[in-house]
T-cell receptor
Framework: NAGVTQTPKFQVLKTGQSMTLQCAQD?????MYWYRQDPGMGLRLIYY???????DKGEVPNGYNVSRLNKREFSLRLESAAPSQTSVYFC??????????FGPGTRLTVL | DAKTTQPPSMDCAEGRAANLPCNHS???????VYWYRQIHSQGPQYIIH???NNETNEMASLIITEDRKSSTLILPHATLRDTAVYYC???????????????FGSGTQLTVLP
């Protein structure tokens, strides 16, 4: 079991560029989440997907879009990156019990 | 989610038990206590959770007081790799229709000393 995997691990973008962060889990979990964590701060939920085929906004969805491609994969897209989106992005998944399992993170810098 | 209070930092000698307290005096009857940790630069890691009985797994033990207003996470034999920020979260379980976002407070920075 690889658990939750994220790609890429690091990314540098210029303002206005777009990119997609990929997340996959092999635990047959129903729900998946995208969080961001800024230096010295807690996690903030961007989007989540309670089950395959559904997505909902979290606390900070502006500037992002998501796709729940299938039960395993949940991607996060930045259409036009801004310096304010410089952060560490974590993907997480859970089955039913509300215990979330996190990936290793993607460190994104927008210049 | 109920408010939680944790000490900002604690030290523990390697090989000794680390006891991390959490106060949650406003907890409601059906809210669970969850513990996560975040090792520097890594994703948060689930440790353990419980409702009112003490719980133990391969990572830690969770002791919840009888009135449920506080709890203690115990790492029985702390190692250097246990140095991390530990978060206590009190919330309704997902099947209650509660919000699914995990909200981490400031947590306790545990430093295990050699």
């Amino acid at each position: 079991n690889a658990g939750v995997t994220q790609t890429p691990k690091f990314q540098v973008l210029k303002t206005g560029q777009s990119m997609t962060l990929q997340c996959a889990q092999d635990m047959n979990h129903n729900s998946m989440y995208w969080y961001r964590q800024d230096p010295g701060m807690g996690l903030r939920l961007i989007y989540y997907s309670a089950s395959e085929g559904t997505t909902d906004k979290g606390e900070v969805p502006n500037g992002y879009n998501v796709s729940r491609l299938n039960k395993r994969e949940f991607s996060l897209r930045l259409e036009s990156a801004a310096p304010s989106q410089t952060s560490v992005y974590f993907c997480a998944s859970t089955l039913y019990t509300d215990t979330q399992y996190f990936g290793p993170g993607t460190r994104l810098t927008v210049l | 989610d109920a408010k939680t209070t944790q000490p900002p930092s604690m030290d523990c000698a390697e090989g000794r038990a680390a006891n991390l307290p959490c106060n949650h005096s406003t907890i409601s009857g059906n809210e669970y206590v969850y513990w996560y940790r975040q090792i520097h630069s890594q994703g948060p890691q689930y440790i353990i959770h419980g409702l009112k009985n003490n719980e133990t797994n391969e990572m830690a033990s969770l002791i919840i007081t009888e009135d449920r207003k506080s709890s203690t996470l115990i790492l029985p034999h702390a190692t250097l790799r246990d140095t991390a920020v530990y978060y206590c979260i009190v919330r309704l379980p997902a099947y209650s229709g509660s919000a699914r976002q995990l909200t981490f407070g400031s947590g306790t920075q545990l430093t295990v000393l050699p």
